[in-house]
């Protein structure tokens, strides 16, 4: 219904019959009307000359009579005088606002002093005429109303017909794009999603993925998995083109990849360059004569800290070195298509590598915003050196080019998270609250010696520190289990319950800090350690994920932070984030 409530004063009695006649009359034949009028003679008057326009008028002598008429009837318009006993118009109508409704209002008024104004600015009257009223007047503004209800309801009908029509004609087609979606990301696989992985001498590594599809069809396609034999194996696929035809030859490809993957046990002997000569002989199957595929496959062994890799048309590796510089890694290889060619094959040393960087040209043909409007690659090496993670890179990504014209596009980053430290600070607090907030504050003061951190970073820190520490204080040393802990907060009783509750024998939680500046923007890594349980294999992906509560700690932190994953031990969380110098979290 109308919204627009509109206030009429009217300025005469007279009647003038020529005037009743309105061209638009019809459109309130059926519609009903609720009139609210105290006087007598009034009502009668208005009920004569508007009953026979409307489908049915309903009439109440006062507000309160109005207001049960209204709840009672669901009238289309109402038509209300402004003083009346024991409820006034505009106090009826802020009832039926209250109430959640939007029916035009008229109201009849005599007079419009500064209360009465101010209401009917909050109420969105748009029209003053004085009274005594003019019968015509009423008409013309009743039909005017009823004309534009009448329009409206027809537009909406009109157009739940046109979606009716288009839902039908797009039906299936939408069917299978869901089912399409569905599939993709059944297809892309990260098995070592937020997990620690351990290298060679105990050093520890981790590998993130930031995917980000255009549309349903999407060329791009990944997978990460964790081999039989403790080495890790990637793979990065971008078809050509777009659409349907690009989208099923990334998901056959990786497809293929994994369930290759999931044999390889079965191998009498595994090798990547058997591996390739598999997939090649695959896909001559599968493309049609003009299709190629750009792809590239990781075999990563980090107890041995290198890489064998082979790429086919993928846009350069970046790789940072402890010590800070920057090189670029291009594969070699062509795009693989249906006639065979013989593959490059490299192998990488990961001895005194910070991270590796992997992309698919989504990244680095995207089109630069503004008026040299140039392409990202031109700026990819510069953010590179100055972002330490992922989730930095994507910032400073996002910063420069335009949501509108992005690809598909898909980054691939491993770090090792025992880079060489340029500052540290550890301390062992107290258990109890107190306790832990005195550490988190020292830390958050020494941090900001060394560092310059923003205000609106140090807040974001010290919600990380307070909801990771809690968790090691409460799974840790108190061992407390998720449904208990829901019961308590529901009763209000959770934070007498943690003072009164005893530690478990022996128990400790160690807050360690360190600063990476190999790059411009400093890398924080923060690790909270306890003695406890912590968390089973897997069960980071479920309490970070939409799935569980929206309060949850650990989802709290992985929003807040760079990187959340589960130490070699499962009583370890280890979080990165990016020191911007700036307060991101402002708006």
């Known amino acids: ?122 109420l969105d009257v748009k029209k003053f005429v004085p009274k005594p009223f003019n019968i015509g007047l009423i008409i013309r503004i009743l039909d005017e109303i009823a004309q534009n209800i009448v329009n409206a309801r027809f537009t909406e009908l009109y157009r ?26 059944h297809v892309v696989k990260h098995d070592l999603q937020g997990r620690v992985l351990t290298g060679s001498a105990g050093g520890r590594w981790a590998i993130n993925v930031a995917y980000s599809p255009h ?45 290759q993957v999931e044999n390889l046990h079965l191998w009498s002997n595994f090798t990547l360059s058997i591996f390739l000569q598999r997939f090649k002989e695959y896909l001559s199957n599968m493309l049609l004569e003009e299709e190629v595929l750009s792809c590239g496959f990781w075999l990563v062994d980090l107890k041995k800290e290198e890489v064998e890799t082979a790429m086919f048309a993928l846009p350069p590796m970046l790789l940072r070195r402890e010590n800070g510089g920057v090189e670029k890694i291009s594969g070699g290889n ?21 991270d590796l960087l992997i992309m698919t040209d989504g990244v680095t043909d995207a089109l630069v915003r503004g008026d040299s409007a140039g392409l990202y690659r031109e700026e990819l090496e510069a953010d590179f050196c100055k972002s330490p ?46 306790g832990l907030n005195i550490t988190i504050d020292s830390f958050l003061d020494a941090l900001m010696e060394e560092s310059a951190v923003t205000a609106g970073e140090r807040y974001v820190l010290s919600m990380i520190l307070i909801e990771a520490m809690m968790n090691a204080y409460e799974h840790g040393c108190l061992n407390i289990d998720p449904d208990n802990k829901i019961k308590l907060l529901m009763r209000g009783e959770y934070e007498d319950a943690l003072e009164g509750m005893e530690h478990l024998p022996d128990t400790v939680i160690k807050l360690s800090a360190s600063l990476w500046r190999t790059a411009s923007k400093p890398l924080l890594m923060l690790e909270v350690k306890d003695n406890g349980s912590g968390l089973s294999e897997g069960g980071l992906q479920y309490f970070t994920s939409d799935a569980f509560m929206d309060g949850n700690g650990l989802k709290t932190i992985s929003r807040l932070s760079d990187y959340l994953y589960i130490g070699s031990s499962s009583g370890t969380l280890i979080i990165l984030k990016t020191l911007e110098g700036e307060d991101i979290y402002a708006d």
Request: aromatic share 8%.
């Open 389 to 434: 993670t992922l989730p930095a890179l994507r910032r400073c990504f996002n910063k420069k080019t335009s949501a509108e014209d992005q690809d598909d596009l898909t980054m691939l980053h491993l770090r090792r998270l025992d880079a060489t430290s340029h500052w540290g600070w550890s301390d062992e607090p107290e258990l109890s609250l107190s």
């Open 160 to 185: 739940q017909q046109e979606i009716d029509r288009l839902r039908y004609r797009v039906n299936y087609n939408s069917m299978q794009q869901e089912a399409a979606l569905r599939k993709e990301r």
């Open 1 to 122: 219904m109308m919204s627009e409530i509109v206030l009429v004063i009217f300025n005469s009695f007279q009647i003038d019959d020529q005037k009743f006649q309105s061209k638009s009359g019809d459109a309130a034949k059926s519609l009903k009307l609720l009139v609210v009028e105290d006087d007598q003679m009034s009502r009668e008057m208005l009920l004569m000359y508007l009953q026979k326009r409307f489908d049915s008028v309903i009439i109440a002598s006062d507000g309160d009579e109005g207001f049960r008429q209204f709840c009672k009837s669901s009238p289309d318009i109402v038509l209300t005088d402004q003083v009346m006993p024991a409820m006034s118009g505009l106090e009826l109508i802020g009832r039926i606002r209250d109430a959640g409704f939007s029916t035009p209002v008229i109201l009849i008024t005599s007079s419009i002093d500064n209360e009465i104004l101010l209401q009917a600015i909050n």
């Open 215 to 259: 549309d349903i069809m999407c060329g791009d396609a990944y997978s990460v998995r964790n081999l039989f034999d403790g080495r890790q194996f990637i793979f990065v696929a971008d078809a050509m083109g777009s659409g349907m035809s690009a989208s099923l030859t990334a998901m056959l490809a990786t497809s293929f990849f994994n369930y």
């Open 334 to 354: 062509p795009p693989i298509g249906i006639y065979h060619c013989e593959s490059k094959i490299s192998r990488l040393s990961l001895a005194g590598v910070a």
